[in-house]
Nanobody, 127 residues
């Protein structure tokens, strides 16, 4: 059974950066889509970015496009999300999720498409 574990969250000042990690165990991430989501208190869960572990195709939602990078380290079976220029509104619990469906053309990051989830890591952006 595939399991995911996020890490790398914490307290950061506005304008700072974080690299979140999503470590997979149980299966090798050789043919999955892995995505990052976040959920702020009182808000719906929001999709941010996804990557095909098969061919490396990536997708970013507008909220993080241009200031984030999703990547895969196959040797470590880990997907990363680097977010730069952090803002207070980026404060949320960040989750990674995986789906066995891959695509060469993503049109969005939708939570109902993913069936394996991590436990989340808190990111707080404050001065």
């Amino acid at each position: 059974q595939l399991q995911l574990a996020e890490s790398g969250g914490g307290l950061v000042q506005p304008g700072g950066s974080l690299r979140l990690s999503c470590a997979a165990s149980g299966y090798t991430l050789d043919h999955y889509t892995v995505a990052w989501f976040r959920q702020a208190t009182g808000n719906k869960r929001e999709g941010l970015s996804c990557i095909s572990t098969w061919d490396g195709v990536t997708y970013y939602e507008n909220s993080v496009k241009g200031r984030s990078t999703i990547s895969l380290d196959k040797a470590k079976n880990t997907v990363y999300l680097q977010i730069n220029s952090l803002k207070p509104e980026d404060t949320a619990v960040y989750y990674c999720a995986a789906s066995e469906q891959t695509s060469s053309w993503y049109t969005g990051v939708r939570d109902y498409e993913y069936d394996t989830w991590g436990q989340g890591t808190q990111v707080t952006v404050t001065s």
